[in-house]
């Protein structure tokens, strides 16, 4: 297995050394799909920042993460636009890019001052757009598009700054059931058949457990486990960590986990059909584990 | 809402004819009266009259080619500001520029021994530089340290500088003498009377620079409207150039402040049309701008001498004037 993303001892502390990020080592495979999860404040999008090797001023960081052996901090801001992109959660704009303008950016990382765009240039820009199959929407500005088409359009940005490692901090919220379906499998294919290395923050653990290679779970910013979906999607380890009950099911192409709140604390009846049952079904809800979280 | 971005071909032709028709026209415009064909002979160099003479290029070409300057260097900077900060409403009048000219203005002429230390007629520009100056540096520190880090934060530390400024010119003047108070509030109205042919050299250079980065930079500033994570992860430092932009932005700001006082409005509403023509690429927003600019300021620049008979309007207040209408229209388009 290629060595990709390698984050040793990495932390992200506050001024009052409360710890976004704790003591994280681990590796994530080149050319795979890695799926970071965990609950809200867990430290997903923090991780994410740091592999892309953003700055966190104030914010007082210690450890490493390498890319290919080579320390994604150490890299000049150009360097590192040239093999790594990161598609944020915001990316509205109050002026009417089109769609063709926005992945037309990704050539930025390779172009000089005095460049002038080139038919090769527009070719790529193309290109892209074809693969993500939006070549006849590159005129629509780019906030008219749906929320899926606009993922799909960032993707393609990413492919023409020709990055190996892509990394996305939930990249389908707010998306309805086709286009999160859409939107993974589009990833998966990118990087199964083009070697991409994909680093993505979900919340479904499902759609994580059927698109992603490996998986990643945090908690309070520290690492509760990682592997493949078999070895982190945990009925006691997700409870533990979510602070809901649940069942959890292998199957040959992913896991399938329900979770089961039971109870009144939660505002269902006793009657309320649940259909499983859950591993270790509580009486009253627990305490959330969400409480003091970074 | 705009669902497809068409760029419209026709709209660079018309932009250059327009700045060039519109100076060439506004010349036959002005309070003083050329007998019918002296504005085209001396434009070939052939002036009837010493006194046509003087009226033409001591007067009127200045004021033509000042308010081409003026037009264009505002819209520039409003289009630098509205990109780095990524908001359609801003204005280089918003970041205490003004203010800070004002300021300036106003300590220059209620402390006579200050004035007396300088050439007449430059102690007034000069003292205006200074104060933008002061005021670009007080935003610029605002923006470089950690209470203004977002593109909202820098637009409320520069809306508090110029309200600090602001205050503090009104104190100025509370404690001068009327009759300075009285030529300071005229000077901040703003005018292109006062310009000379030797100066339009000093406001053409800064813009030219401007322009030229602004182009070169083009690309850098457009990763920029997509957020400052999206620059980074482009390869652009989002903070450096924000600094740049709002350099350029104070900087053209403050020579056109220093020489003609308070234009304000130009800088918000150039660009905001041209981008509807051209798209919002800084490329092609920042020339279409100062064609446009220019244009827009020498025909304000002619209503402002001939809308009145006895006296002209200072240009400030009509360009306020027609602004706060386009402000007032583009809240209803919202």
Redesign the interface.
């Known amino acids: 297995m290629q060595t990709g993303v390698q984050i040793h001892g990495l932390s992200l502390r506050s001024a009052d050394t409360s710890a976004i990020l704790d003591n994280l080592t681990l590796d994530l495979p080149a050319g795979q799909v890695t799926g970071v999860l965990g609950p809200n404040g867990a430290g997903k999008t923090s991780l994410l ?1 740091a592999i ?1 090797g ?1 700055d966190f ?2 914010l007082n960081r210690t450890g490493e993460v390498r890319w290919q052996g080579q320390s994604t901090h150490d890299m000049s ?6 093999v ?5 959660q ?9 769609l ?3 992945v037309r ?2 050539l ?2 390779h ?1 000089g ?2 460049s002038m765009p080139s038919a090769s240039d527009e070719q790529e820009v193309a290109d892209a757009l074809q693969r993500v199959g939006l070549a006849n929407k590159a ?3 780019f906030s ?1 598009l749906s929320g899926g088409e606009q993922q799909r359009g960032l993707i393609a940005r990413a492919l023409v ?1 020709k990055a190996q490692l892509l990394i996305l901090d939930e990249p389908i919220n707010h998306l309805d059931v086709y286009y999160q379906h859409d939107v993974l499998g589009l990833l998966r294919q990118l990087s199964h058949s083009h070697g991409l290395t994909v680093v993505m923050s979900l919340h479904d653990l499902n759609l994580a457990s059927f698109y992603c290679d490996q998986l990643v779970l945090l908690q309070h910013g520290k690492l509760q486990a990682a592997g493949r979906s078999v070895d982190v999607l945990d009925a006691e380890l997700l409870e533990r960590v979510f602070g809901l009950p649940c069942v959890v099911r292998h199957e040959p192409h992913g896991s399938r986990v329900d979770f089961c709140p039971s109870g009144t604390g939660y505002g269902l009846s006793e009657t309320t059909p649940l259909t499983t049952s859950p591993a270790n079904p509580p009486t009253s809800p627990p305490t959330s584990p969400r409480e003091g979280s970074a | 809402m705009m669902t497809s971005v068409q760029g419209v071909r026709m709209v660079w032709p018309l932009l250059v004819v327009l700045a060039i028709v519109s100076p060439l026209i506004s010349l036959w415009f002005g309070s003083a009266d050329l007998p019918d064909g002296t504005v085209w002979a001396c434009l070939t160099d052939q002036c009837p009259r010493p006194v046509d003479q003087a009226i033409f290029y001591d007067l009127r070409l200045p004021r033509v080619l000042a308010a081409l300057l003026v037009g264009g260097g505002l819209a520039v900077a409003g289009a630098s500001l509205q990109n780095v900060t990524r908001n359609g409403l801003a204005d280089p009048y918003l970041f205490g520029v003004v203010a800070g000219a004002g300021l300036g203005a106003s300590i220059v002429s209620v402390l006579p021994g200050v004035s007396s230390w300088v050439p007449d007629g430059v102690a007034l520009p000069m003292a205006a530089f200074i104060g933008s100056s002061l005021a670009v540096v007080l935003v610029q520190a605002l923006a470089t340290s950690a209470w203004a880090r977002t593109p909202e934060q820098l637009l409320l530390a520069g809306v508090a500088v110029s309200l600090m400024l602001g205050a503090m010119t009104h104190f100025v003047l509370y404690l001068g003498e009327p009759f300075a108070a009285n030529k300071v509030m005229f000077w901040l109205m703003g005018s292109l009377s006062r310009v000379e042919l030797h100066q339009l050299a000093i406001m053409a250079l800064p813009l030219l620079v401007a322009v030229a980065l602004l182009w070169l930079l083009g690309r850098r500033f457009d990763a920029m409207l997509l957020g400052d994570d999206t620059a980074r992860s482009l390869g652009v430092e989002a903070s450096t150039m924000r600094a740049i932009g709002m350099v350029i932005c104070a900087g053209l700001t403050a020579v056109v402040v220093a020489y003609c006082g308070g234009i304000g409005f130009v800088g918000l509403m150039i660009p905001h049309i041209v981008r509807r023509w051209v798209g919002v690429s800084t490329r092609q927003v920042v020339p279409a701008s100062l064609l446009l600019g220019g244009a827009f300021l020498v025909w304000a620049d002619v209503l402002a001498r001939s809308a009145s008979p006895d006296h002209e309007i200072p240009i400030g207040i009509l360009t306020s004037a027609i602004g706060s209408v386009f402000f007032l229209l583009m809240m209803r388009r919202r």
């Open positions: 920042r892309a953003f001023a104030p801001v150009q360097a590192r636009a040239r790594i992109s990161m598609v944020s915001m990316h509205d704009s109050v002026f009417a890019l089109s063709n303008q926005v950016m990704g930025l990382p172009q001052l005095f005129q629509r500005v008219s700054q």
